[in-house]
């Protein structure tokens, strides 16, 4: 909350300071050393291409500072989700150990190689020739990632000047250091004195690290380039002794002020600390009020008592008192529930910024408590929280032990895995799961509770798939009984990412069966899974198209619909109206003869089983990885048995004779797919594109999708595959589907103008703060001639979603894409969508449907002609490069 009392009293500080900068400053002097200069050397094993990170580790080097060769070597940092440290093996390839990370996040990382002895013994090192970046630390090391995001943390030129300050201390009895940053144009002898910010580090903690992990320097450089802060000097000091409140007060305080010229009343003094930091700056505030006009907290806690006077003391002398703690995995959440209860018991004014829901007790949380708090002191502060900030209004009660059996999740995503007691007497268990960047596995280590292992992480959105990892050996989660068929267990966290791997609401999805049928080609009984979708009828005159779909090596007919999430993909998009009525057949594709085991067993007791078409324009057949190539081989050498196919992540080690024409003329869609350069496939399917074109075999590629060799990208080729297929023809241009029902007297359709190859969005230009591409939709035409009869009372929608444009490898997601309907046909009942902005003009892009138009009953008949304007937002440091996507539009009745 902000006084009047204390917004006085800043004017008064303000006018003294402009008073003596329009006095004779003079010349502002460019400091010689600024924050930016401060940055550890880089590590000499780590390398940047394709937007991955390599870690490349000597074996012989790594194997001299263990002193034997290591069971395995690994990278541990805080890149796991949302920051949890987290282990990434490192493989032994030739001489090196080595391993890629990315594309990561812009931030900073902090990490350490870790080797682990056969007997579960552990050494981490870093680097021997770069110089320690963490001080408390001393064998970790940092990466940091530029990017708009972290902008406000990023070097830049003609900041502020940090420099280490020495003191004596008489209440340790030797001299101690802290860092000092002073302003752009610092005047030593400027007729007013700056104010000062003092910041306290934590327990465990060096002062130091308030400028290698805080980045303090560039934080402070940043908010003065941008006129968010006061000009004022930032002592950062550790106080973390016998006796804190000398150690500020009679100790750094004074030696601050014998250093620098800063001001000694409370109207120029601010403190503020991380965890015990912030308890020394609490305690002072109750100890000492007036001692300075600002107190700040970030994960900090008070245990002295607050009577009323000394409340009212406060009240009177401070300006400001701010609370910052992180979510429910900072130890101090409970703690500062109870801080903010006993302030306002005591009636002691201050400001709550909120729950910070992206982290802990983390430098993540910390580095942005300073922003906003530095950005509020010496000024007024409006008390409002940080965006999207969560309330603090109860205290958290963590899962209790031995009351979690699959893992637990919170409405705010924090996710809780506890083990039974069967690994009791384990060295160590992690949880290894598929939330690295890009979808790699990352093992999360847990810790051990009583007989069992525990970790809280989050907060995770979206689906994954698990297992545990007990002294090294992969272990199924035991107390997962619903997956029978993979060897890992799902976890789906609700959230804004993954929408189309959610369950469908209860009784609106397909049916996911057990199609038996006996094998001549392995000589056994062998099974299926069949999903069919919602009101499939058995006995309709029409057959259903079918989708045989394939999984990879290693794998069983299960891993489609137990990791790949098949059945809510096809749940979700057959309810969003993006598919037609199919049965997708996911059969064992682990046999000698792929070939006969299809023609001859799979297809004829599917067949048998169920309404499904034998007509090659209502057949599609797609695979992943071994599964791809299989499909691959199969429309290469039965041309015109599935006119639609798809092959993820897949290639050919040798090509068959073909039939050029027969091929193009048996087939409607071939689309290839592949991950990125993590996807050990990557270059080989690169290749099969190259050798398609040479052969004249007509294909789509459909650019790469950023993951690796697993379900994170063959789900996500899945989504884009299924809408495209059983679709009746449509105009060349951008790929753009439409739903067209059965019709009876009229029909509901969907036309689209030519665009060429594609639709071309202008060459992008910079608009301030952005690159920005536009364009225009091509035509389109919705047909309506349904009767009322036929139709009802229903109208029609056209929704229209993007997919992921790229260049190479590198690519942008459809957020960055928007637009703006129009109608070129005005009638009653006729309504063109909402302008939908691109993720940066805070709007959701179309990554997510939106609505191009819609038509009531009144205004859905005859022709309408729909349009829309195209812009695709891009940051500024984008990547050069000629970026492609896909639209597509769905036609669907509406009641």
Not at 268 to 294: H, K
Not at 648 to 673: C, Q, W
């Amino acid at each position: 909350m902000t006084r009047e009392r204390g917004a006085a009293r800043h004017r008064r500080w303000f006018a003294l300071a402009a008073a003596a900068a329009t006095g004779g400053m003079g010349l502002v002097v460019a400091p010689t050393a600024t924050a930016a200069d401060t940055g550890p050397a880089p590590d000499p094993w780590v390398s940047f291409a394709d937007g991955y990170y390599q870690f490349t580790v000597p074996q012989a080097t790594a194997d001299g500072i263990v002193g034997t060769k290591p069971s395995v070597l690994e990278l541990q940092g805080n890149i796991g989700p949302s920051g949890t440290w987290s282990d990434l093996a490192l493989d032994p390839s030739g001489s090196n150990y080595s391993t890629r990370l990315g594309p990561l996040e812009p931030g900073l990382y902090y990490y350490q190689y870790t080797a682990t002895m056969g007997d579960r013994s552990k050494l981490s090192f870093k680097e021997p020739t770069s110089p320690v970046a963490v001080t408390s630390e001393p064998t970790w090391n940092t990466l940091f990632v530029p990017g708009e995001s972290v902008q406000w943390m990023s070097d830049i030129a003609g900041g502020g000047t940090l420099e280490t300050m020495t003191y004596d201390s008489a209440v340790t009895g030797r001299e101690r250091s802290a860092l000092v940053w002073t302003p752009p144009g610092y005047d030593a002898s400027r007729a007013q004195a700056y104010p000062v910010l003092y910041l306290l580090d934590d327990e465990g903690q060096s002062a130091a690290e308030w400028s290698q992990l805080g980045r303090a320097g560039q934080v402070l450089d940043n908010l003065a380039a941008t006129g968010d802060l006061e000009q004022m000097v930032v002592v950062m000091g550790d106080v973390n002794v016998a006796d804190p409140r000398a150690e500020l007060l009679d100790n750094l305080v004074v030696a601050a002020r014998d250093s620098y010229h800063v001001a000694q009343d409370a109207a120029g003094q601010a403190v503020a600390g991380i965890g015990e930091g912030g308890a020394a700056a609490l305690e002072t505030l109750v100890s000492d009020p007036g001692e300075f006009s600002a107190v700040g907290s970030f994960s900090g806690h008070l245990d002295a008592s607050i009577n009323r006077p000394t409340a009212t003391a406060i009240n009177e002398a401070t300006d400001l008192v701010r609370l910052y703690v992180g979510n429910v995995l900072d130890p101090s959440y409970n703690q500062n529930y109870q801080l903010a209860q006993k302030l306002r018991t005591a009636g002691v004014e201050f400001e709550l910024d909120g729950v910070n829901p992206d982290s802990g007790a983390t430098w993540d949380s910390w580095r942005e408590n300073l922003r906003d708090f530095a950005s509020r002191v010496f000024q007024d502060s409006d008390g409002a929280p940080s965006a999207g900030h969560l309330a603090l209004d109860a205290p958290y009660t963590a899962p209790a032990a031995g009351s979690i059996t699959t893992p637990d999740v919170d409405a705010n995503g924090i996710v809780t895995f506890e083990t039974g007691t069967q690994w009791a007497d384990a060295h160590d268990v992690t949880v290894w799961a598929n939330w690295a960047p890009n979808g790699a596995w990352f093992r999360v280590p847990m810790t051990k509770v009583g007989d069992r292992w525990r970790i809280t992480v989050g907060p995770l959105d979206g689906f994954y798939y698990y297992r545990y990892v007990v002294d090294g050996v992969d272990k199924k989660d035991p107390a997962d009984t619903a997956t029978t068929l993979t060897a890992v267990s799902p976890l789906y966290v609700p959230g804004e990412t993954d929408q189309l791997l959610a369950d469908a609401p209860a009784g609106t999805g397909g049916t996911i069966s057990t199609l038996t049928y006996q094998s001549t080609v392995a000589n056994e009984e062998r099974k299926a899974l069949v999903w069919t979708p919602p009101g499939y009828d058995a006995e309709r005159d029409e057959a259903y198209p079918v989708l045989y779909l394939n999984h990879g090596a290693g794998q069983s007919y299960g891993d489609w619909v137990e990791t790949g999430r098949a059945q809510q993909i096809l749940d979700n998009l057959y309810l969003r109206g993006d598919i037609v009525p199919m049965v997708v057949v996911m059969g064992n594709g682990n046999v000698s003869n792929f070939q006969s085991e299809l023609f001859d067993n799979l297809l004829p007791a599917a067949r048998g089983a169920y309404n499904i078409a034998t007509d090659p324009s209502q057949q599609a057949i797609a695979g992943l990885s071994m599964g791809a190539m299989n499909t691959l081989t199969t429309w290469l050498t039965r041309p015109g048995e599935f006119q639609y196919v798809g092959a993820f992540s897949g290639f050919l080690f040798s090509y068959p004779a073909t039939d050029a024409a027969a091929i193009n003329a048996g087939t409607k869609l071939a689309r290839i797919y592949t991950g990125d350069v993590s996807d050990f496939t990557y270059s080989f399917t690169k290749s099969l594109v190259t050798t398609l074109e040479q052969r004249g075999i007509e294909h789509e590629f459909a650019g790469v999708t950023v993951g690796p060799h697993g379900f994170d990208t063959w789900s996500q080729n899945l989504v884009d595959f299924l809408p495209r297929i059983f679709r009746p023809d449509v105009a060349a241009g951008i790929p753009i589907e439409a739903t067209v029902p059965k019709p009876e007297n009229g029909v509901l359709a969907l036309t689209v103008a030519d665009a060429g190859q594609a639709v071309t969005l202008s060459r992008a230009t910079n608009v301030g703060d952005r690159l920005r591409s536009t364009g225009q939709l091509p035509q389109v035409t919705v047909t309506d001639s349904r009767t009322i009869a036929q139709a009802g009372s229903s109208g029609w929608a056209v929704t229209g979603q993007g997919y992921t444009f790229t260049s190479g490898s590198v690519s942008v997601t459809a957020d960055h894409l928007g637009w703006a309907p129009r109608l070129g046909t005005e009638r009653a009942g006729l309504t063109a969508g909402a302008a939908v902005p691109s993720t940066m003009s805070a709007g959701a892009g179309l990554s997510t449907p939106a609505t191009l138009a819609s038509a009531t009953s009144e205004g859905r008949f005859g022709s309408s002609s729909l349009g829309a304007d195209l812009a695709l937002d891009l940051p500024v440091d984008t990547e050069p490069g000629t970026y492609t996507g896909t639209l597509t539009l769905s036609l669907f009745p509406v009641d």
